[in-house]
Structures are given as C-alpha cells and as structure tokens.
C-alpha cells in the first residue's frame, strides 16, 4: 500500500508538471488528426464510463479530439476485432476490460489473438466486487453462507450480467475454492440480474462496485464480502471474502490497447497522458464516485499482469469447463 501512495504522489509530480508543455509540441508527430477509442460494448457500462471520463483529459493534452465509438456484440470480439483490423498509428484504440482475458480462453476459434494483437498501453481503473445477499437471505457472514450453501446443495443459484463477466469469473472461482455447489445463472446485462436476485429467483451474486455500493448502502442488499485482499474504503465495515477464503482476489480492471506494431513513441506518449489524468483530482474524484481505483503501470507492467489474469482465469474456466452462451 505505501508503494502504491508513493507511486502515486510521483505521478502527481509528473501531472502537475504537464501543463507547461504546449498542446502543439505534444501533437507535432502524434495525434495527427482525431482518435477513435473503440469501447466494444453499450454505451452506459462502466468502461464506456471511464473512457468518457478520460477523453476530455486526452483531447486537451494531446491537441486532438478522442472520439469514444461503441461497438458492441460477440461478448466484446466485434469491437476488439476492429482495432486489431485498424492501422497501428495510434489513431484508433481498444478501451479494455477483463472480458477480453476471458475471452482469450472462453472462445476456441476466435480470429484474432488478443494476447499477441493488442499491445497495452495503459490501465485506467480497477474495481472491487462485492458478494451480495438479499436481506432475507438467512445468512450475514460468508462462513454462513459456506455452511447454508453446503447444507442446501445444489439448491442455489448465483446470478451475472453473462458468462465471462467479472461477476461470474468470481463466482466460479469462490465455488472453486470453497467446494460449494451453487448454479450460475447468466443474464443479458447486471441490472437484470440485480432485479431477479431482489426478488429471491436467483441467492447471491458477486456485484460490481458501482451497483452495489447503491443498493448495499440503501439496505435493498447484504454484503457478505468484498473480492479485492484488502477492505473497500467506500464500505470499510464489510470484511473481505479472503479473510474467510484465504487467497481469494477477483476485481474488474480496465486499460486502453492498441494495434500490436503501433510505435513505442505513440504507446509512451498515450501511457504517460494517460497515467497523468489518472492522478488529476478531478478524474480522481469522479473514480471513487463510481467505486474505482486509478489502475497505474507501465506498458510492460500491464502486459505482464494481463497474461497472469490469462492463466488464473483460464484454470478457473477448465476447471468448470465453462462456454460461451
């Protein structure tokens, strides 16, 4: 946690310092004319979110305008399938999330390669679950639910907003763990799932941050525990899943890719404006509005950890010998 603050404050530093470089000396070579950040998904989710977020920041820095463009479908493959089409100049990127991983082991015949298209630029936010119950669930901790879980075998239900979402992955990596037998249910979109876990159709469901936090904190939802190693600020009464499941982690998190072959100088110059915005304090603010945390690493640092989520998630999906819907 203090490396974390300490990276962080440098950032600061360096943010705080960008300003006095003028937009045309950022632009002279790179942009040249208007970017498209390509979010391969409806508008409105929490990726699409970050990103609108972020381009305001991108625009002013770099003296072109960042144009969020959504394609969704094919559980992310359409959109990301265009950016690894697209030139690898720079001017057309790939908003990022988890489900690209997934996506990596979920799909057998997919037409592109992710892990090898994509080169990673930087992260934007990562986010907490959160293991949520109806109140009238008859469990309060998550050692109760264990139990309850156990004693009720095969007569529960876990809900997500589809397979290979972050609230899935999660849920099949708590069944994994703690041997409990419960049912995925997927669902076209959280909210919906949300709606059916209210009213008692489907027991627990590991929410985002940005829907739980609402629902949890106007008493509609129970948190048994958050997914991250550590406690969430925004509910710091809530202990995490892994002080009852030691070793268990799962979060959202986001970045910005682009075109493998795009030049080192594009990808550094995008890294380090957009590592800028993350410590700006507006951006900051309206992050832990939504849940988040800025998601700080290098170029390399995020290639690194997207191949340790490739094989922590791809254990997870053999295992349950999950597919695509």
Not at 47 to 57: G, H, S, T, V
């Amino acid at each position: 946690m203090a490396h974390s603050r300490r990276k962080l404050l440098q950032l600061a530093v360096s943010a705080a310092a960008m300003p006095v470089i003028s937009c045309t000396a950022w632009a002279q070579a790179y942009p040249s004319r208007p970017v498209r950040v390509i979010v391969a998904a409806a508008a409105g989710g929490a990726n699409d979110i970050i990103m609108r977020l972020m381009a305001p920041w991108l625009s002013e820095r770099l003296g072109q305008p960042f144009i969020i463009e959504n394609r969704p479908g094919g559980s992310n493959n359409i959109g990301t399938e265009a950016v690894v089409r697209a030139s690898a100049d720079g001017h057309t990127l790939l908003a990022m999330s988890g489900v690209n991983v997934v996506n990596t082991v979920l799909f057998d015949k997919l037409s592109f390669n992710f892990l090898h298209d994509i080169a990673p630029i930087a992260g934007t936010m990562r986010t907490p679950l959160v293991m949520t119950v109806a109140p009238s669930f008859p469990a309060d901790t998550v050692p109760e639910f264990i139990a309850y879980a156990k004693a009720n075998r095969g007569r529960l239900n876990f809900a997500s907003g589809g397979t290979g979402t972050g609230p899935h992955m999660a849920g099949e990596l708590f069944r994994k763990m703690t041997g409990v037998n419960i049912l995925h249910v997927p669902y076209r979109g959280e909210g919906i799932a949300l709606t059916d876990l209210l009213g008692g159709q489907v027991q627990v469901m590991f929410n985002s941050s940005i829907v739980a936090l609402e629902s949890v904190r106007s008493g509609k939802l129970r948190a048994l525990g958050v997914t991250t190693a550590e406690r969430w600020e925004a509910l710091p009464e809530v202990p995490t899943v892994s002080e009852f499941v030691p070793g268990f982690e799962a979060r959202g998190w986001f970045g910005v890719g682009a075109p493998k072959d795009t030049p080192t100088e594009t990808i550094d110059k995008l890294y380090k404006a957009i590592n800028a915005g993350l410590v700006d304090p507006r951006i900051f603010a309206r992050f832990a509005d939504l849940g988040g945390t800025p998601f700080l690493v290098s170029p390399s640092e995020l290639r690194e950890f997207i191949a340790a989520e490739a094989e922590k998630w791809g254990e997870v999906i053999r295992v349950a010998n999950i597919k695509p819907e």
